[in-house]
């Protein structure tokens, strides 16, 4: 973070500004993410009025800031989808480790130019996580044209430390299912060669 303030200061570049604002932006927030991961004790899950579009353009803001070529984001949003009580922070980490694990599969589809990232939302009726049944979800799929997820990990890539590439922590898909599964919702994924759907459900109020 004082690197971003200090390079800030330095530039006269608007882009180059706006980079390290959102340098500095994630620092804070991730911090926050950290302070709340390591102490839950000390830090509650923060409850507020969250907006999915938010969500997935503050995501979709990040992904093209580190992938600027080469990747076409594609936005299907239903408007209508109403906001509901959650931790935003949580749920910017979930949708970003999602669609950065799709981007680093997509490196050679970037590299081509033709790589594409969608988000969708919709809503869901009827619909019962566990035991419990609820009667409108909100849908968010997170799809991308890469490779697939290998068949040797598709069973277990919520696992932890459980990786398709060399050299992955293997476990954003971890952390992405807890703070799914703190809202009440759930991850499922779909994925053959060219297309990999990743979708979260959480009840709507």
Same mark, same amino acid.
């Given at each position: 973070r004082g690197a971003a303030q200090l390079l800030q200061m330095e530039v006269d570049s608007k882009?180059?500004?706006?980079?390290?604002? &959102?340098? !500095? #932006? =994630?620092?804070?927030?991730?911090?926050?993410?950290?302070?709340?991961l390591l102490a839950p004790h000390r830090r509650p899950h923060v409850?507020?009025? &969250?907006? !999915? #579009? =938010?969500?997935?353009?503050?995501?979709?803001?990040?992904?093209?800031?580190?992938?600027?070529r080469g990747l076409r984001v594609v936005r299907e949003y239903d408007t209508s989808i109403p906001e509901f009580r959650g931790d935003r922070e949580q749920l910017i980490q979930a949708v970003l480790n999602i669609a950065h694990n799709a981007c680093q599969a997509l490196a050679d589809r970037i590299t081509a130019g033709d790589a594409q990232l969608v988000f969708r939302t919709r809503i869901a009726r009827q619909v019962t996580f566990g035991k419990q049944r609820y009667r409108l979800a909100l849908e968010l799929h997170v799809i991308d044209n890469g490779p697939g997820v290998p068949d040797s990990i598709k069973d277990r890539i919520f696992y932890p430390l459980v990786s398709g590439r060399e050299g992955g922590s293997g476990l954003g898909l971890t952390l992405a299912q807890t703070f799914v599964q703190q809202h009440h919702g759930l991850i499922e994924c779909d994925s053959v060669p060219g297309r990999t759907d990743f979708k979260l459900l959480i009840p709507l109020p």
């Open positions: 882009d180059l500004i706006e980079y390290t604002q &959102v340098i !500095i #932006h =994630e620092a804070d927030r991730l911090q926050t993410l950290v302070d709340r409850v507020g009025d &969250v907006n !999915i #579009h =938010e969500v997935c353009e503050r995501v979709r803001s990040l992904i093209l800031a580190e992938f600027p």
